[in-house]
Structure formats: C-alpha cells, structure tokens
C-alpha cells in the first residue's frame, strides 16, 4: 500500500529504532527476554522460536514480541528502554497503523458488496494488536537455514514494514516461491491471515510465505498483526453464506485456533493449514 497517509519521518524512526535495539549488546536485549528464568517460553519478549522438540530447526532470526493493543493489557516490562525513543516512536506508529487498518478493513468489504462497517465490528475492545520486530542476521549458509519458516499468518490483517535496501520475503504460488523486492517509497505489504479467510469463508486468502536469508547483509521487518478477541467465535460472516455457498469452515474460538496455527507451523513444513480446516 503506497499513499497510505503515514510520514515517512515516522516510518524511518520505527526503523531506526529497531535497528538499535537489535545493535545492542546481547545482555542488554536479554532484559526484554522472551524466555522465564532462561527456559520457560512466554509469547512477549526478545528471543527466538519457543523450542517445542528437539530436532526442529530455529529460525535464523532474533525477534522481539509485544502486545501493543489494547493499550491497558501493555506489558512494559517487555518494552525496551534502549534506544530511548523506543516506546514513544511504537506508541505513535501503532496509532497511525490502526488507522491504515481500519481503512483497509472498511475496503474490502465493498469488493463483496457487504455494509462498509461489518469487518471492523469484528474487532471489539479486546481485540489484540502485536508487534513483531524480526532481525535476520547475514547467514554463512543461507541454503541450509531460513529466517522465517514457510507460514500463514494467524490473525486477521497484517501491516509489514520492510527493509528498504534488503529484500527476503518471498511468497508461495503454484508450487513456486517468488521474491518480494525491498521496500521502496515507504509502501507498506498488507497480509491477510487465516483470521480473515475464515470471517470471509475463503474469498480472501492468507498466503504462504517465508524469509529467506542473506550472506551478506541483516535486514529487518517490523510486523504489526491485527487479531480478533481470543475469545471471539471466529467464522464465516453470515451474509456471504447462501445455499450455492455454504460455510466452508467451522466455527471457533480465536484463541484455540491459534493453538492449531502454532503446532501447525511449528514444523515448517505442510500445507496451509486453512485448507486443513475446511468442512
Ligand atoms: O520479514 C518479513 O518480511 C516477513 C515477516 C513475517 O512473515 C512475519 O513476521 O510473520
Ligand atoms: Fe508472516
């Protein structure tokens, strides 16, 4: 998405920012761990993959997760205080990107013909915001390991930032991965996620795709991902089913299908799991 209404100052500083976190040392990092006392896996944090079996193999990237939204279930203690302008930039970063999300979701209704409101209804007070900031470090063997295994991603919509210079992402077409170049002109890439393919009942897609990584050079990703209440009944929107198209999937809690999503994924291999979930 170009021509989205948000500074490209603001865009840079959200970068910069993150480019310092991740320049730190790794015990100044290591006090946003991800990890409880060095071995219990928590969603928030600074770290990699939760480990869940002994021969999988890790993402070659560090990562810093936090709950950005509902602004009163933020955890502080997970936000950096290095770089200093860390938290005041995410703060208004995460302002703007709501905005471009709302934008987005009032659209595509009116591709289907639906009431402009029906997708952001979906999201009510609890609905959960994440920022995920990937670092990928330059890799001596980039043909053995990824930065990010193959995925769809779990919530509804997903706003990225990208590297201006490097690129990695690459998505799944027809059997055949295909490369995202770098960011250029501050665009933002919009994913949509399993969340969203299910509300819609399969019109919109969430789309495979992986990060590769880069002999050479790190690159960096900021993710903001836009789920629903964990809480909330996900399912296909009863006024895009009718007799010739009946739901395609069942219906269920957010938060036991994003513990399906994670097992799924976890191995890095297998298909979408969307179609693994159809009726
Ligand atoms: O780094 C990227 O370009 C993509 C990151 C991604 O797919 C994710 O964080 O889910
Ligand atoms: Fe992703």
């Given at each position: 998405?170009?021509?989205?209404?948000?500074?490209a100052?603001?865009?840079?500083?959200?970068?910069?920012?993150?480019?310092?976190?991740?320049?730190?040392?790794?015990?100044?990092?290591?006090?946003?761990?991800?990890?409880?006392?060095?071995?219990?896996?928590?969603?928030?944090?600074y770290?990699?993959?939760?480990?869940?079996?002994?021969?999988?193999?890790?993402?070659?990237?560090?990562?810093?997760?936090?709950?950005?939204?509902?602004?009163?279930?933020?955890n502080?203690?997970?936000?950096?205080t290095?770089?200093?302008?860390?938290r005041?930039?995410?703060h208004?970063?995460?302002?703007?990107?709501?905005?471009?999300r709302d934008?987005?979701?009032?659209?595509?209704?009116?591709?289907?013909?639906?009431?402009?409101?029906?997708?952001?209804?979906?999201?009510?007070?609890?609905?959960?915001t994440?920022?995920?900031?990937?670092?990928f470090?330059?890799?001596?063997?980039?043909?053995?390991?990824?930065?990010?295994?193959?995925?769809a991603?779990?919530?509804?919509?997903?706003?990225?930032?990208?590297?201006?210079?490097?690129?990695g992402?690459?998505?799944?077409?027809?059997?055949?991965?295909?490369?995202?170049?770098?960011a250029?002109?501050?665009?933002?890439?919009?994913?949509?996620?399993?969340?969203?393919?299910?509300?819609t009942?399969?019109?919109?897609?969430?789309p495979?795709?992986?990060?590769?990584?880069?002999?050479d050079?790190?690159?960096?990703?900021?993710?903001?991902?836009y789920?629903?209440?964990?809480?909330?009944?996900?399912?296909?929107?009863a006024?895009?089913l009718?007799?010739?198209?009946?739901a395609q999937?069942?219906k269920?809690?957010?938060k036991?299908?994003?513990v399906?999503?994670?097992?799924?994924?976890?191995?890095?291999?297998?298909?979408?799991?969307?179609?693994?979930l159809?009726?």
């Amino acid at each position: 998405v170009s021509n989205h209404g948000m500074e490209a100052s603001m865009m840079d500083s959200v970068f910069t920012a993150s480019r310092e976190f991740f320049q730190l040392p790794l015990e100044e990092k290591k006090k946003c761990s991800n990890l409880i006392d060095g071995k219990h896996f928590q969603v928030e944090g600074y770290g990699n993959d939760q480990v869940r079996t002994q021969d999988q193999r890790l993402d070659w990237s560090d990562r810093l997760h936090l709950r950005v939204e509902p602004e009163g279930g933020r955890n502080l203690d997970h936000w950096p205080t290095h770089p200093k302008s860390f938290r005041d930039d995410l703060h208004e970063y995460a302002l703007k990107c709501k905005g471009i999300r709302d934008d987005i979701l009032r659209a595509m209704p009116k591709i289907l013909k639906l009431d402009a409101d029906c997708l952001v209804n979906q999201f009510n007070s609890n609905a959960p915001t994440f920022a995920r900031f990937n670092h990928f470090p330059p890799c001596p063997r980039p043909d053995l390991v990824l930065g990010i295994k193959p995925h769809a991603d779990f919530p509804a919509l997903t706003v990225l930032l990208m590297d201006n210079d490097v690129a990695g992402l690459q998505y799944l077409r027809d059997g055949t991965w295909y490369n995202v170049p770098a960011a250029c002109d501050h665009t933002l890439l919009i994913n949509i996620g399993l969340t969203m393919e299910i509300m819609t009942n399969g019109i919109f897609t969430g789309p495979m795709h992986r990060v590769v990584t880069n002999a050479d050079k790190e690159r960096i990703s900021v993710a903001m991902f836009y789920g629903v209440d964990p809480e909330q009944e996900i399912g296909p929107m009863a006024h895009l089913l009718s007799e010739e198209q009946p739901a395609q999937y069942r219906k269920m809690k957010a938060k036991d299908l994003l513990v399906l999503h994670h097992e799924h994924y976890a191995g890095g291999r297998g298909p979408r799991i969307a179609d693994t979930l159809k009726i």
